[in-house]
C-alpha cells in the first residue's frame, strides 16, 4: 500500500466525518491538577506515577518539558509503511494518539469479537519510543457498529460497560489517558439563547433515550483503571455557546460524582481563529472548576476560510492553493501558535498539547470538506519543521524575517 493511499485509508476509516458546521471546528506534563472523583462509588484513586516520557533536544516537547507533553495522532499503517511521519514523531514528541486503532468500529466491529492487533502495535510502539499514550476514544457517534445501539437501554448500558471494561482492561498500564467520550455536546449554536444543549443528538442519546450513557462510560472506564485519566473531549470549545454546554456538561458528571478528570479541546482551528479565544476556553474551565486538567487534543489550523455550506455540502469553498502554502498564512499561523503555545504554557492546568497528525499531508483537512492541498501543522509535506515550529521554540525567531 503507497503512503498516499495508506494515509487516504486512515482518512476515510477514522472520518466518516464529523459534520462540522461552521468554522469547525499527554499526560502530565508537570501541571498541578488532581483527579476528581467525587463521591463514586469506585474506590479513591492515587495520583498517577510520573510518565516515563522523553523531551527530545530543541523542540517543542523540551521547552515545555515541565509544562505540557507535545504530541500528535498517527495510525499503524504508518508505522507499517516507515512512513516519514514516523521518524518525524519519534524525533519529536513525548506524546501519541493513535488516530483511530482505538475506535470501537476498529477494536470490535462485530459485537464481543475483540481484534486487539493493530492497536496494540501502535501503543507499543509509542511506548518504546518514549511517548505516553492518550486513548481516543471510548465512546463517539462515529466509527461505532450500529450493534451498539441495538436493544433496550439496559442492554445497550451492560454492551457498552462490557466494552469499556474489555478495552480499558487490555490497556490498564499502557494508556495513560482516554478520551472517555467524544463530541457529545449540542452543536446547535446558531440560535443563541434559543439553542437546544447541553446534549447532542446523537445515535448514543436516541438509543438511550438520554444522556446518561455518559455517565456509564465514565464509570466503567475508572472501574476497569483507576489510574488513568479520564477525558470529555469535544470540538469548537473556543465557541463561547458551544462552551457553556461542554462545562455544563462536566459540572453535571461532577455534581453526579461521575470520575470525570479532565476535559479535551479539540482546537481544529481556521485563518481568523485567535489565540486568545482558545486561551479563554483554558480559562473558563479553571475558573469553573477546582483541579480539572485541560488537555488540547486535535490542533490544527486550516489555511481555507470556508462557508457553512462548504462544510455542509461541499459548496462555495475557497479554491485549491495548490503545493505551497501563501507565505501570508504561513506567517499568521506561526504567530497564532507561537502565542497560544506561550498562553498554554502560563496555564498550570494544560497538561498535554496533541497536533492531529504529524505532517501537514496527513491532516484530514486535506480531504475535508473537500480534497485541497491543506497546511495545518507544525511539519511540512517534507517533515521539515514550519515557520509555526520555529516561532513556537525559538523566541527570537522572527515571523517573516526570512529565517
Ligand atoms: C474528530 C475526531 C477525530 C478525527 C477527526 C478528523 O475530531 O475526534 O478522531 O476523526 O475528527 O480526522
Same mark, same amino acid.
Given at each position: 500500500?503507497?503512503? $498516499?493511499?495508506?494515509?487516504?485509508? =486512515? $482518512?476515510?476509516?477514522?472520518a ?10 499527554g ?10 472523583n467525587n ?5 479513591p ?9 522523553? =523531551? ?13 507533553l507535545?504530541?500528535? =495522532? ?21 506524546? &501519541?494518539?493513535?488516530?483511530? *486503532? ?34 481516543? =476514544?471510548?465512546?463517539?457517534?462515529e466509527?461505532?457498529?450500529?450493534? $451498539? ?5 439496559e ?12 478495552v ?9 489517558? /482516554? ?20 446534549d447532542?443528538?446523537?445515535g /448514543? ?10 455517565? /456509564?462510560?465514565?464509570h466503567?472506564a475508572?472501574?476497569?483503571d ?5 477525558? &470529555? ?18 459540572q ?13 479541546? *479539540? ?69 497564532l ?5 506561550n ?17 501537514d ?6 480531504f ?7 497546511f ?14 520555529e516561532?513556537i ?11
Amino acid at each position: 500500500m503507497s503512503i $498516499f493511499s495508506a494515509k487516504k485509508t =486512515a $482518512f476515510l476509516m477514522s472520518a466518516a466525518m464529523v459534520l462540522m458546521l461552521t468554522a469547525c471546528g499527554g499526560g502530565s506534563g508537570g501541571g498541578s491538577a488532581l483527579p476528581l472523583n467525587n463521591g463514586s462509588s469506585t474506590p479513591p484513586i492515587s495520583p498517577p506515577p510520573p510518565p516515563v516520557v522523553s =523531551a527530545p533536544a530543541n523542540t517543542i516537547s523540551a521547552k515545555f518539558h515541565g509544562n505540557f507533553l507535545f504530541g500528535g =495522532a498517527l495510525n499503524s499503517f504508518q508505522i507499517d509503511a516507515g512512513d516519514l511521519a514516523v521518524d518525524v514523531a519519534t524525533a519529536h514528541f513525548n506524546s &501519541l494518539t493513535p488516530e483511530f *486503532q482505538l475506535k470501537a468500529d476498529v477494536l470490535a466491529p462485530t459485537e464481543g469479537a475483540y481484534d486487539f492487533t493493530r492497536a496494540d502495535q501502535i501503543v507499543n510502539w509509542a511506548i518504546e519510543n518514549g511517548m505516553e499514550v492518550r486513548g481516543h =476514544a471510548l465512546v463517539w457517534h462515529e466509527a461505532t457498529p450500529d450493534y $451498539f445501539y441495538e436493544g433496550t437501554p439496559e442492554q445497550i448500558r451492560a454492551r457498552l460497560e462490557d466494552y469499556i471494561t474489555t478495552v480499558v482492561t487490555h490497556f490498564r498500564g499502557r494508556v495513560k489517558v /482516554w478520551d472517555v467520550v467524544n463530541e457529545v455536546t449540542s452543536v446547535d449554536i446558531y440560535d443563541g439563547e434559543n439553542g437546544v444543549g447541553p446534549d447532542r443528538d446523537t445515535g /448514543w442519546y436516541q438509543a438511550v433515550g438520554s444522556a446518561d450513557y455518559i455517565d /456509564w462510560a465514565f464509570h466503567a472506564a475508572r472501574a476497569a483503571d483507576p489510574d488513568a485519566l479520564l477525558f &470529555l473531549n469535544d470540538y469548537e470549545t473556543e465557541n463561547p455557546i458551544k462552551r457553556a454546554w461542554f462545562i455544563e456538561i462536566a459540572q453535571r458528571l461532577i455534581d453526579r460524582g461521575v470520575p470525570i478528570d479532565g476535559v479535551g479541546h *479539540q482546537m481544529h482551528l481556521q485563518p481568523n481563529s485567535t489565540a486568545t479565544e482558545v486561551l479563554a476556553a483554558i480559562d473558563d474551565v479553571d475558573n469553573q472548576f477546582l483541579g480539572l486538567i485541560n488537555h488540547i487534543t486535535e490542533l490544527d489550523m486550516s489555511a481555507y476560510d470556508n462557508p457553512g455550506e462548504c462544510w455542509v455540502s461541499q459548496t462555495n469553498c475557497q479554491p485549491d492553493f495548490g503545493p505551497v502554502a501563501p507565505t501570508e498564512f504561513l506567517e499568521a499561523q506561526a504567530q497564532l501558535m507561537r502565542d497560544l503555545f506561550n498562553g498554554l504554557a502560563q496555564r498550570p492546568s494544560v497538561e498535554s498539547v496533541t497536533q492531529w497528525g504529524v505532517l501537514d499531508d496527513d491532516n484530514w483537512l486535506n480531504f475535508t470538506p473537500v480534497e485541497r492541498n491543506n497546511f495545518p501543522l507544525l511539519f511540512d509535506r517534507n517533515g521539515n519543521p514550519k515557520s509555526a515550529y520555529e516561532a513556537i521554540v525559538d523566541d527570537d525567531y522572527v515571523i517573516g524575517g526570512g529565517g
